[in-house]
């Protein structure tokens, strides 16, 4: 493979295409997209077990492809082009625009929430799906039927101009959202490509999210919204790497922030990166000039959020749905097995509130650290922002299985392989929870109760990626690239010395 990257990767480009195209045919937008109700795996597979075999069987295919595919791209004899990355990239994408959404609904959930502006002229940052009885999308709100929109007024903005297009209903909306997607998917790989292009591993970088299976399947499969908060952050970040040697800007640490406060209105996860970004441009400016660049980010940050609030009201007005989802879930986390284990000894109240004030004390200290260690220049950013997501998703009480998602472009950045090792295997763990919770749980163990699912299913999702790596990096020797350290003063970004010291790469 090595010998000959090139068209390796294309043999492995087209086996994936099959699998995606398989998918398409397996589960048909348009064929379930016209029902008057959700449908997730197990209900369209029903007693065809074979179906979700297959489901599974591709997923398998699809790492073991995309495994081979880094190997490949690792050539040391010629580089495969970024060309072929880019060209199946966007024919996996557009493949999957046609793929019913069977691991999630959020997809049909935009298309309802835009109807409540559209349709109904009522603010879905405020009002729920349920003060709509007759709308014939209610079946699609599901348990979000009484909450409010919990994303932010830049995507209500964004959903309802696709609404007024007249893409309302759900195979119409479903297909438009996803559209929506694939451009967040293009936009980040296109400013990924931008800032990997001149390193020695660009094209395993960028090969890395371009054909990842979570961001395929999740991102552009599912229609999810993360992919365009992941385009405002990386503009973000991408505007912070341009010019690495001259003296940073005033005005370009304004668009940064401008970008990162896009993000975060568009979807409030962003809010972390958002931090160290700000954090990381009132460092690199002089000691004088940060009292005024903090006051100025500080105005354009006030205007951009009265602006993107202006057609939904005051901003405190409309966060209760972004409240709601922030402070009342519990779903497959390290946090909700302790609370069910607590449950039985002691109070209920107490059982709910001790694992997630826990897991938020131990992520603050985390991203408190992870802040100190990029003003001393000891973490880059790519690497910072990778530790307090992680952190973030061990912590926190709540988890969806395309929240891997925001991890992959910062490992991509990052080019630690401890790190992307990490991405890759949650990327793997989260996509075949599907194992346990349609073999296991409806057909294998349907009796078995949601402690018990827990007790699987985190473990699983969680261990492997934590552990696994540094597990296997410790039963080996190190490699010469391992032992030896960049020196300080170059920038690898560009291959230009720069005079300022380069903060080492992360457990590389």
């Not at 397996?26 to 029903?46: H, V």
């Not at 014939?136 to 009484?146: I, K």
């Not at 922002?385 to 990052?414: E, H, K, M, N």
């Not at 296997?472 to 690898?492: F, I, N, Q």
């Amino acid at each position: 493979m090595r010998r000959h990257p090139t068209p390796t990767l294309v043999w492995l480009g087209l086996l994936s295409e099959l699998t995606y195209l398989g998918y398409v045919l397996l589960f048909p937008l348009p064929l379930y997209g016209n029902a008057s109700r959700p449908y997730d795996m197990e209900q369209i597979t029903g007693p065809r077990h074979w179906m979700g075999v297959a489901w599974t069987l591709g997923l398998l295919a699809l790492y073991l492809t995309f495994a081979l595919a880094l190997t490949t791209a690792q050539s040391t004899h010629s580089h495969p082009s970024s060309r072929w990355v880019l060209f199946f990239g966007c024919l996996f994408g557009l493949t999957l625009i046609w793929l019913y959404p069977v691991t999630a609904t959020d997809l049909f959930q935009y298309v309802l929430r835009a109807r409540i502006w559209v349709v109904h002229h009522a603010n879905p940052m405020r009002t729920p799906p349920a003060a709509f009885p007759d709308d014939p999308l209610l079946p699609f709100a599901g348990e979000w039927r009484v909450s409010a929109s919990p994303y932010g007024p830049v995507w209500e903005l964004l959903a309802g101009s696709v609404a007024r297009l007249g893409f309302v209903t759900p195979l119409s909306g479903a297909i438009a959202y996803k559209i929506v997607a694939f451009g967040g998917y293009l936009a980040c790989t296109l400013l990924l490509y931008h800032a990997v292009r001149r390193r020695r591993d660009g094209v395993v970088s960028m090969l890395f999210f371009a054909w990842n299976p979570l961001v395929l399947i999740q991102g552009v499969g599912n229609g999810h919204n993360d992919l365009v908060m992941l385009a405002w952050l990386l503009l973000a970040m991408v505007l912070q790497r341009r010019d690495a040697c001259d003296s940073p800007a005033f005005e370009r640490s304004l668009f940064r922030i401008a970008a990162a406060t896009l993000a975060l209105l568009t979807k409030v996860s962003a809010g972390l990166m958002g931090l160290l970004l700000a954090g990381e441009s009132l460092r690199d400016v002089p000691p004088r000039r940060r009292i005024a660049l903090l006051a100025t980010m500080g105005g354009m940050v006030a205007t951009l959020v009265l602006l993107a609030f202006a057609p939904f009201g005051l901003p405190w007005q409309s966060l209760s749905g972004v409240l709601e989802e922030i402070r009342h879930r519990y779903t497959y986390t390290i946090a909700a097995t302790l609370r069910l284990g607590l449950g039985t000894l002691i109070p209920a109240q107490a059982a709910w509130d001790v694992p997630r004030t826990t897991g938020q004390i131990l992520f603050l200290g985390v991203l408190g650290w992870t802040s100190v260690r990029l003003w001393q220049r000891r973490l880059d950013l790519a690497s910072a922002g990778f530790l307090a997501y992680f952190a973030y998703l061990l912590g926190g009480a709540s988890y969806r299985i395309w929240y891997p998602l925001w991890l992959v472009p910062l490992a991509t950045l990052s080019a630690s392989p401890l790190i992307r090792q990490h991405t890759l295997l949650l990327c793997l763990t989260s996509e075949l929870s599907i194992v346990f919770f349609y073999f296991v749980w409806r057909w294998l163990w349907p009796q078995a109760s949601w402690l018990h699912m827990h007790l699987l299913v985190v473990p699983w999702q969680f261990g492997i990626p934590l552990f696994l790596p540094v597990v296997l990096r410790a039963r080996r020797w190190p490699t010469k690239d391992e032992v030896a350290m960049p020196r300080a003063g170059r920038d690898t970004h560009d291959g230009r010395r720069c005079g300022r010291p380069q903060p080492p790469r992360l457990l590389q």
